[in-house]
């Protein structure tokens, strides 16, 4: 069975940073684009950021540029996103997502490229 599950939320304030983690099993990990996407109560399930598996090539959406960090290590089979200088828009349910292989290589930010999906870490940032 695969699995994906994220720890490391929490209640912060602006300006704090946190640092999520996302231990996968049941899956072939090395070979496959992990990505983070992010949930805010009343709205659509955005991307985040995702590393590519063969050069660690790294892709963010515009709000998250300079401030967040994706990264990977393959032999604990976990995906990092550490995020610095947090501000209250940053608050939202978390998840971390593997990319489905057969997916369009060149395309990222959107949830149905992904088909396995942890459950999501509530990360709250307080003004």
């Known amino acids: 069975q695969v699995q994906l599950v994220e720890s490391g939320g929490g209640l912060v304030q602006a300006g704090g940073s946190l640092r999520l983690s996302c231990v996968a099993s049941?899956?072939?990990?090395?070979?496959?684009?992990l990505g983070w996407f992010r949930q805010a109560p009343g709205k659509e399930r955005e991307f985040v950021a995702a590393?590519?598996?063969?050069?660690?090539?790294?892709i963010y959406t515009d709000s998250v540029k300079g401030r967040f960090t994706i990264s990977r290590d393959n032999a604990k089979n976990t995906v990092y996103l550490q995020m610095y200088r947090l501000k209250p828009e940053d608050t939202a349910v978390y998840y971390c997502?593997?990319?489905?292989?057969?997916?369009?290589?060149?395309?990222?930010?959107?949830?149905?490229?992904?088909?396995?999906w942890g459950q999501g870490t509530q990360v709250t940032v307080s003004s």
């Open positions: 997502a593997a990319k489905d292989p057969q997916a369009n290589r060149d395309s990222y930010y959107y949830p149905n490229l992904y088909d396995y």
């Open positions: 590393i590519r598996w063969n050069v660690g090539s790294t």
């Open positions: 049941g899956l072939t990990f090395s070979r496959r684009t």
